[in-house]
């Protein structure tokens, strides 16, 4: 799956930014999805997921409230909604994929499950 994340910028604390992440060789109905982020100098860190269905999602404690997840699998896209962005949010966020195996087995919060992910997008928060 080759994966494609874009929509990333500049933009200004308090303000917000929409992601996505589209495949074109592929359909992602059958994926589990996950965004990541890796700011500079720092390890990568898990931020999002959502199910293959969409109808359950996950979040890190430090976006939950501002960030939400959804997918169109008619589309074959997924979008990450980020508001009331932080200059701490700075990061190079990353897309990826998990194929469903099985139901409660998704372990979304690691990045060692995820068998594709997507360039990076950067997004830059000022202050």
């Known amino acids: 799956v080759q994966l494609q994340a874009s929509g990333g910028g500049l933009v200004q604390a308090g303000g917000s930014l929409r992601l996505s992440c589209s495949a074109s060789d592929r359909t992602l109905s059958n994926y589990n999805l996950g965004w990541f982020r890796q700011a500079p100098g720092k390890e990568r860190e898990w931020v999002a997921a959502?199910?293959?269905?969409?109808?359950?999602?996950y979040f890190a404690d430090f976006v939950k409230g501002r960030f939400t997840i959804s997918r169109d699998n008619a589309k074959n896209t997924a979008e990450l909604q980020m508001d009331s962005l932080k200059p701490e949010d700075t990061a190079v966020y990353y897309c990826a994929a998990a194929e469903f195996s099985r139901p409660g087995s998704y372990n979304y919060n690691d990045a060692g499950v995820y068998e594709y992910w997507g360039q990076g997008t950067q997004v830059t928060v000022s202050s």
């Open positions: 959502i199910t293959v269905s969409g109808r359950v999602t």
